[in-house]
């Protein structure tokens, strides 16, 4: 018969001291097997915040206990080392006995009294009374590890902790937002989760308190049977991902792998279903962590086209994809800060949670690049048009979950202005936008006195006055003494003689004009948004902001139907300007040669 037995001395600061001695005995179960006890062989001083109290068939060291500010319950018991010493069951049985005024054990403030039970004994020969308060048996476990949950489709973080915990919203926002965000560093955006993802959820205390106990038990079946269906989940997910990237998931019946010394491996495919990928590699995905090593290690040292990935219950859709990525060896994985660039006469950059060659370069493939993003069902599409357009140059936006049928975004169209390669078309549209009038073709007369022999006139190609001064555009060259006379008559002269580059000329107007503008390299974005899973497309051009408020663009790319799309959203007109090649051929084409 086995036997603890401890000594826990009490050293007083009172003269007076009481002994009592307790000593080791052992406690028949109903089953007639020795059960282990603690005995309790105490000096019990008079101290007194610590005493030995009769509880039903028990002995208890009690310490009281004033709570501080931040302090609870678990990490009080946690600190005395009383779980370490006593059941789990009787801890809590006796903690409830002996704060009956303890309403919520959840809830203690600063300056409260609480009974604390440190060691607990049975006392030989009394019965265990029927327990009145329906406590069975609870893994300790269960009060320290977070609980771990798999979001399924529809799901958001309030309709989870709403399905599973009743808390007051004071303590929700308060507290256990705050403690949720420590567990799950990874989850940057509470309102962003997806289907299979893993969030470590804080245990509610009030739930497991005055919920049911049980110490010492298995995982009880339906906690199996959930993992399992997470795990089906996960696969499920997994399939159809891969299905749109354009490989094989095998998930119905037997696969057959011979053994190269005779014999073979079944495999059924719902339980271990196989990625079939179009280089003829296979990837088996153990979705609920059952393949044994040795047979993992028989199948790979056989067949190098076989890879096995695990799926661990703490994996999320993210982590699976990663595994299942990496083993698939695609042509090239770009990193994660990595973005796809796509020239066409203007330059696409385009971001994603992974980016995918799955073939090489050289292959006749359709589609040859995957652009794989994980979101949920309500967040915003690339418009269907842009999708088409990329998929003609063999790209392809996958963004997971699907959207139903007929969710497809759309973009509206913009029909640019061509203002060709007239430098007076570019002065006069800009003269109109900053709502300026002008006057063109007029002549100023610089110098001219009454009786002289002669007189300065010059012909303005356009005049205005702006801000009280009068402006001058010249286009024909005016000589440099000319410019000086009309300075010093207090004139202001833009000379553009011999400018052929339009954007330039933009700027030059727009800066003559006191008009803000900006002339770097234009970025619009197909999504509301910037960073991971979104279009950037980037235009040369000029952006100013009118009068009115409107955004114009000035450019000489002419941006295809499915790209004009995407201006739309950004800027109010599109003004396109012809290359001074393509302005030549178009005159060749007017005069007929």
Not at 67 to 76: L, M, S, T, V, Y
Not at 90 to 116: E, F, R, W
Not at 242 to 251: Q, R
Request: hydrophobic share 35%; aromatic share 8%.
């Amino acid at each position: 018969m086995n036997r603890k037995s401890g000594k826990c001395p009490l050293i007083s600061f009172f003269a007076v001291t009481l002994f009592f001695v307790f000593f080791p005995f052992t406690l028949v179960s109903a089953e007639g097997e020795n059960e282990e006890t603690y005995s309790i062989d105490l000096v019990q001083t008079a101290e007194v915040s610590k005493e030995i109290v009769d509880l039903d068939d028990k002995k208890v060291l009690t310490e009281t206990y004033v709570a501080k500010d931040g302090d609870h319950i678990w990490q009080i018991l946690r600190s005395r080392e009383v779980f370490n010493k006593n059941k789990l069951g009787d801890i809590l049985y006796a903690l409830k006995k002996l704060n009956k005024s303890l309403d919520n054990m959840d809830m203690i403030h600063p300056g409260q009294k609480i009974v604390i039970p440190l060691i607990i004994t049975p006392v030989a020969g009394r019965k265990p009374p029927v327990n009145s308060e329906g406590i069975e048996t609870i893994s300790i476990t269960d009060l320290e590890n977070p609980d771990l949950y798999t979001v399924m489709p529809g799901d958001s973080i309030i309709r989870i902790l709403d399905k599973k915990y009743s808390m007051p919203e004071s303590e929700f926002y308060n507290e256990y937002l705050d403690q949720l965000k420590k567990l799950n560093p990874s989850l940057t955006d509470l309102n962003t989760i997806y289907p299979g993802q893993k969030v470590r959820l804080p245990i509610y205390s009030p739930k497991i308190v005055r919920g049911k106990i049980r110490e010492g038990a298995p995982k009880k079946e339906e906690d199996k049977e959930g993992i399992n269906m997470q795990n089906k989940e996960m696969g499920y997910h997994l399939g159809r991902i891969f299905t749109l990237i354009g490989e094989e998931w095998l998930n119905q019946g037997k696969h057959y792998i011979p053994i190269r010394t005779g014999g073979q491996i079944d495999l059924n495919t719902e339980t271990y279903p196989i990625i079939s990928l179009r280089n003829g590699d296979k990837i088996i995905v153990d979705i609920y962590s059952t393949l044994p090593e040795k047979m993992a290690e028989l199948i790979t040292s056989n067949w190098e086209s076989y890879r096995i990935i695990h799926i661990a219950d703490t994996d999320d859709l993210g982590k699976a994809l990663d595994k299942a990525i990496a083993a698939s060896n695609f042509s090239k994985v770009y990193g994660k800060d990595e973005s796809l660039v796509f020239e066409d006469g203007f330059r696409l950059e385009i971001t994603a949670d992974w980016i995918i060659r799955t073939v090489p370069e050289a292959s006749d493939e359709k589609i040859s690049i995957i652009c794989l993003n994980l979101g949920d069902k309500g967040q915003k599409n690339i418009p269907a048009s842009l999708n088409r357009y990329l998929e003609g140059h063999g790209i392809r936006i996958i963004n997971y979950p699907e959207k139903e049928a007929g969710e497809e975004e759309t973009l509206p169209e913009k029909s640019p202005v061509s203002l060709g390669n007239s430098l007076n078309r570019v002065i006069e549209k800009i003269l109109e936008l900053a709502e300026q009038p002008f006057s063109g073709k007029r002549d100023i007369p610089i110098y001219s006195e009454e009786g002289s022999d002669f007189n300065l006139t010059i012909k303005a190609d356009y005049i205005f006055n702006r801000k009280g001064r009068e402006h001058i555009i010249d286009m024909n060259g005016l000589e440099e003494d000319v410019i000086k006379l009309l300075k010093e008559g207090g004139f202001s002269v833009l000379s553009l003689a011999g400018e052929t580059e339009l954007l330039k000329v933009t700027g030059r107007v727009l800066g003559f004009l006191g008009e803000e503008w900006s002339d770097t390299e234009q970025g619009f974005y197909a999504l509301p948004k910037e960073g991971q899973g979104n279009v950037r497309l980037i235009i040369p051009g000029v952006i100013y902001r009118d009068i009115k408020g409107r955004v114009n663009l000035f450019t000489f790319i002419r941006p295809i139907r499915e790209i004009s799309g995407l201006l739309a959203g950004n800027v109010d007109s599109i003004f396109i300007f012809s290359r001074p090649e393509e302005a030549g051929e178009n005159e060749r084409k007017d005069t007929g040669n």
